[in-house]
């Protein structure tokens, strides 16, 4: 800061590094556009892979816009912006994060020239709320119901929903694995349903095998298998009981010394601690079980009793094992052995069976009554494939979830946004004041969803776009773009239909996230500490505490 005398103020430190105004908008525009282009060429049926390397020499390959951003190590804050947006969406409704992306780059691309043009930004801001609201309403005129009970409709919608993912081959397959897994773990509470496959859909990876093998058990299966090789390994119509704490003897948390001054001392401490254990089996038999599942530790002696009780024990199992556990066979986690209960014994499993899949034993708690928990067991060629099954089968999993919350459907092949900006240029005209030209900006930022279709499935994008809009223009809102052959075709001829929630949200993202770094005009990054190498040989270490300070 220069004063009226001429002399220089230093307020910042020095080695503070500050853009401002129109260079701080610029370099927000131009890191949205670079994180948007990386995975702009991942949309659609024609997607290209992505070959992901990390510090550890992990390959991943993926067209999953959340998975590969998430890879990506940026260092400009407004990039990492971008990148958090596929994370919310990806955690809001399962699909769309690729979508969300490149649309909020041209939402920041198309401010561009009206900043130019000496358009204040929160004028733009303005107009780009507005052309939200708008859009919001058009997409909930062109929604059309579904009937979220018939089983066949839905699998169409999720099949054409997944048609864009390496599983597309396999897509009845996938699409029957999601639809069967979210009914499963489907739960009316009170008026609302209650949807929680992160916790209660547990996917399972086992390599080998083909991915027609994949299938979703009524129950639950855990990487475990029981303490002692002789206790059984198949029961039937087991009685469960499931534990929070260890059967061992409790030792004190900090260093206990204890001295004894007799022989008969020491045997008589280690036959409290039998006593003890014994107490704790003892309690757990008295209501019969036949399969204890235990979150902590299993001390020898307490897994020599069970078995002589005929009890076939699992230890150290995750906590979210034991509530799927829990929720499938109408079982209570307990604390206390001694407060066990009958009705805390679990008894709606129909079989409990430890199987050798590969090199590892799985326990299986099948055929389930009403199971409200499931897993999904994955098989196929490699990890690499795994992985991408699951990522891909996740996200089939959450429009399924989305379908059953809200049943409405958009038409897709990007013939909503086309509608949506159509929609949007038609009513500009009616917009008074300098907002008038960014409410028309969001309309051709969304036509960047059907422009990439095109291009990506090598299209001739100009002359396909002027026959979409023309098509929209005559009011055949339904229409859109083939992603595998890159023509026009009616989205309800082709079946081709995505969930309301997923375009909703991709629009809210896209736009709030645009209106939000446009905002800024100051970028002040600052070092705590000053680099050694600036720092004077003769400063004494108070000294140097203090700078640190």
Request: charged fraction near 25%; proline fraction near 3%; glycine fraction near 8%.
């Amino acid at each position: 800061v220069i004063s009226e005398n001429m002399s220089q103020i230093y307020v910042l430190n020095q080695n503070t590094k500050r853009e401002s105004g129109r260079k701080a908008q610029k370099g927000n525009i131009q890191a949205g556009l670079l994180v948007a282009d990386i995975i702009r060429t991942t949309l659609g049926p024609r997607s290209m892979l992505k070959m992901l390397l990390d510090p550890m020499g992990g390959i991943a390959l993926t067209n999953d816009g959340n998975a590969i951003l998430r890879e990506i190590d940026v260092t400009h804050p407004a990039a990492k912006t971008m990148i958090d947006l596929a994370r919310t969406q990806d955690e809001e409704v399962g699909d769309g994060t690729t979508s969300v992306i490149i649309l909020a780059g041209e939402i920041l691309q198309v401010a561009e020239p009206l900043l130019e043009r000496n358009i204040h930004p929160a004028v733009i801001v303005q107009g780009y709320t507005q052309a939200l609201e708008f859009a919001i309403k058009v997409i909930d005129k062109i929604a059309v119901p579904v009937d979220i009970n018939d089983k066949s409709q839905l699998a169409k919608i999720i099949q054409s929903c997944i048609g864009t993912k390496f599983v597309r081959r396999w897509g009845t397959i996938m699409t029957s694995l999601a639809l069967e897994a979210v009914l499963i773990v489907r739960r009316q509470v009170g008026e609302r349903i209650e949807i929680d496959t992160k916790r209660y859909a547990r996917i399972e990876k086992v390599p080998g095998g083909d991915l027609e093998d994949s299938r979703v058990l009524k129950g639950v299966m855990v990487n475990k298998d029981v303490v002692i090789a002789t206790m059984k390994r198949k029961i039937e119509n087991p009685r469960i009981i499931i534990l929070d704490s260890s059967l061992e003897y409790k030792k004190s948390e900090s260093q206990t010394n204890v001295e004894i001054t007799k022989e008969e001392d020491f045997i008589r401490l280690l036959e409290l601690e039998e006593q003890f254990i014994k107490q704790l089996c003892t309690d757990i038999i008295r209501l019969k079980p036949t399969v204890v599942c235990i979150e902590k530790g299993v001390s020898d002696l307490a897994s020599h009793f069970l078995q002589k009780a005929g009890i076939s024990v699992l230890r150290r199992l995750r906590k979210t094992d034991n509530q799927r556990i829990a929720r499938a066979c109408g079982a209570t986690i307990k604390n206390r052995t001694e407060e066990l209960q009958e009705s805390d014994v679990g008894t709606q499993c129909g079989l409990f069976e430890v199987r050798k899949i590969g090199e590892e034993y799985f326990s299986f708690f099948e055929n389930c009554v009403n199971p409200k928990a499931c897993t999904i067991l994955l098989r196929g060629a490699s990890k690499d494939v795994l992985n991408e099954v699951e990522r891909n089968l996740h996200d089939a999993m959450g429009i399924t979830r989305n379908i059953i919350l809200d049943p409405r459907l958009c038409p897709g092949g990007g013939a909503t946004e086309m509608a949506v900006a159509h929609a949007i240029q038609a009513h500009s005209q009616k917009i008074e004041g300098l907002q008038q030209y960014a409410f028309r900006a969001v309309g051709e930022a969304i036509e960047v969803i059907p422009k990439t279709l095109a291009t990506n499935a090598g299209a001739h994008t100009v002359r396909v776009l002027t026959e979409l809009r023309s098509k929209h223009a005559a009011g055949l809102s339904t229409f859109g773009i083939d992603g595998d052959k890159g023509t026009i075709v009616d989205m309800k001829t082709l079946g081709v239909w995505e969930p309301l929630v997923v375009k909703t949200q991709t629009l809210k993202t896209a736009i709030e996230s645009g209106c939000m770094l446009l905002r800024i005009d100051d970028i002040v990054s600052g070092m705590s500490k000053r680099a050694k190498q600036s720092q004077p040989e003769a400063q004494g270490p108070a000294d140097e505490d203090m700078e640190e300070q």
